[in-house]
């Protein structure tokens, strides 16, 4: 007995060692932060729907400064929001930062069959990226207008049809954005505006969501925590995990693609994302890729053509981080608007007199200048999808004179760059979208709504050409107003991304 007490007791302190160890290290290193708790770390932080993590690391950044560690779990990370650094690491020394900071929830982008471009590194983020570049294209954007086109047509009508009432403004542009993702991505056939099967999964997917979960697979040793992970993900019919159910329709989709062409033969021109990646060949070649550390990760697992699971993979990343985001930078930009009636007057006017027929043409929407500066002030007052401004230590190295070791994560505090009074002037809390006519504003790591370097956002694009249609169209017919339930101030909550509680607001029709 006392045997198997004293062994008991030697991996008990094995076990909490280790831990210290890790929970210590930034305290070791002399960098500032908070610690947060044993074991944990600055994990429970993630807990609060009710305050995003985002807007917590503003506030760490005003204690602790520009540079400072935080740990989660057994994962340290440096969160940054020097804009010299940022430079250094998402563009200068990308060899060194290929990869994204993950949780255990993502998955292992090295060794799972299912990796999409958002998660994957190296050679296998690099064939991704090249594969679906092409879908973002000027010309391919031309080609999707009008199927977007018809999704803001069908939300016209239901604005319409609302009258004078107040209306959920975010919930409104989450079916619209679902609604354009799933007829490029999905080859859903027409509009599912308001009887859309995937609207639930994917709105939980950026809820409040399982956080214990995530929790317990973060303070877990790696291996451990990526087969609970793999348990949790088994894909079934029963399951209610959303990210499953969504998978699950995804691999429907694409296995009756399959069949369809196996029937029929592939069509002339890709229908949607679907075609494009069963199509799609790399043209990249292995040999010529110099980066030795960025080719050694799956080497054996790259073929030129796209698996079935990686498919899948990337038609999910694309519907998830395509609706929520875009919806989002919707919503704040109407907010912005409803709040400043002389600026909503002034992008009314631009719209009257360049868009003058009943469809909006994509040289049109290129045209409208002053939206265009609306909707770039309010991603930068309201960075939304900040947190996925990170890259994680591939080889280690020094930046600006810190030494970062392999396997360190760097998170960007993109709200405290974005409010940077000696970056944007003292008026940098201010909505004000004329500031963009001014070419320097545009330069650099000091904006970073999209992320930055090679990883940017690959939607970007896409999700501008949505937001300034759908705001054109809607600004040609109605004026924002505040409503008796209209939420002010503005209540901002979330996990991975932070969204506004609720956007219920009044449109009333314009007199001309
Ligand atoms: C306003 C809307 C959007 C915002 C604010 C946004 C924001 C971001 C951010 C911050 C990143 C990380 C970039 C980095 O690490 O440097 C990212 C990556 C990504 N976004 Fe978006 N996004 C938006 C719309 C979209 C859309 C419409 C799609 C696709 C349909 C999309 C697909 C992706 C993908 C695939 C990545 C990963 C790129 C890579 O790792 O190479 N996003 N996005």
């Known amino acids: ?84 650094m940022i430079n250094e690491v998402f563009v200068k020394q990308f060899d060194n930062f290929y990869g994204r900071k993950l949780s255990p929830l993502h998955g292992d982008p090295e060794n799972d069959e299912r990796v999409s471009i958002f998660i994957s590194q190296g050679h296998r983020w690099k064939r991704l990226r090249n594969l679906s570049s092409p879908t973002f294209s000027s010309a391919s954007l031309r080609k999707l207008l009008g199927t977007v086109e018809d999704s803001v047509f069908q939300i016209l009508d239901v604005l319409e049809k609302k009258g004078g009432d107040q209306i959920d403004m975010l919930e409104i542009y989450q079916e619209f954005t679902l609604d354009v993702i799933g007829r490029i991505a999905m080859g859903q056939e027409g509009s599912k505006i308001f009887e859309n ?21 973060s303070v877990l040793p790696k291996p451990l925590a990526l087969m609970i992970r793999k348990r949790v993900m088994q894909p079934s019919e029963a399951s209610k995990n959303p990210a499953v159910i969504i998978s699950l329709v995804i691999q429907k ?19 949607d994302f679907i075609d494009l990646f069963l199509d799609a060949q790399s043209e990249i070649d292995i040999k010529s890729e110099k980066n030795e550390e960025f080719l050694k990760a799956n080497i054996g697992k790259i073929d030129r053509k796209l698996s079935m699971d990686e498919i899948i993979a990337q038609c999910f990343v694309f519907i998830v981080a395509g609706f929520d985001t875009t919806a989002l930078s919707l919503a704040f930009s109407t907010w912005l608007l409803t709040r400043n009636p002389e600026k909503m007057r002034k992008a009314q006017e631009e719209i009257d007199e360049i868009c003058t027929d009943a469809n909006i043409s994509f040289d049109q929407i290129a045209k409208l200048k002053y939206l265009d500066n609306v909707a770039k ?136």
């Not at 004293?6 to 280790?18: K, T």
């Not at 694409?254 to 890709?270: F, L, M």
Request: aromatic share 12%; with cysteine; charged share 25%.
């Open 377 to 512: 002030e309010a991603l930068r007052l309201y960075p939304l999808a900040g947190l996925a401004v990170s890259r994680k230590c591939m080889k280690s190295t020094e930046v600006c004179g810190i030494r970062i070791e392999k396997d360190t994560n760097i998170q960007v505090d993109t709200w405290s760059v974005h409010y940077d009074k000696q970056i944007w002037g003292e008026d940098s809390n201010e909505f004000r979208p004329e500031r963009w006519n001014d070419q320097q504003m545009k330069n650099g790591a000091n904006y970073l709504p999209f992320g930055f370097g090679p990883r940017q956002c690959i939607g970007m694009r896409l999700a501008m050409m949505e937001e300034k249609l759908i705001l054109a169209h809607i600004l040609r017919k109605f004026d924002f107003e505040i409503g008796s339930k209209t939420q002010i101030p503005l209540k901002l909550v979330g996990r991975a991304t932070t969204q506004p509680e609720t956007l219920v607001l009044k449109l009333r029709k314009r007199d001309y």
């Open 1 to 84: 007995m006392a045997i198997f007490l004293a062994i008991l007791a030697s991996v008990l302190v094995i076990f909490l060692s280790f831990y210290l160890y890790s929970w210590t290290y930034w305290l070791r290193r002399g960098i500032p932060g908070p610690l947060g708790f044993p074991i944990f770390g600055n994990l429970l932080n993630h807990f609060h729907h009710e305050e995003p993590l985002g807007l917590k690391l503003q506030e760490f950044t005003k204690k602790y400064g520009k540079v400072f560690g935080i740990t989660e779990g057994l994962r340290q990370t440096l969160v940054i929001s020097d804009v010299e």
């Open 197 to 217: 099967p995937l609207f639930s999964p994917v709105r939980q997917i950026f809820g409040k969501g399982n956080r214990w979960l995530f929790t317990i697979l």
């Open 253 to 271: 989709a694409v296995s009756e693609r399959i069949r369809q062409r196996k029937e029929q033969g592939a069509p002339g021109e890709p229908e």
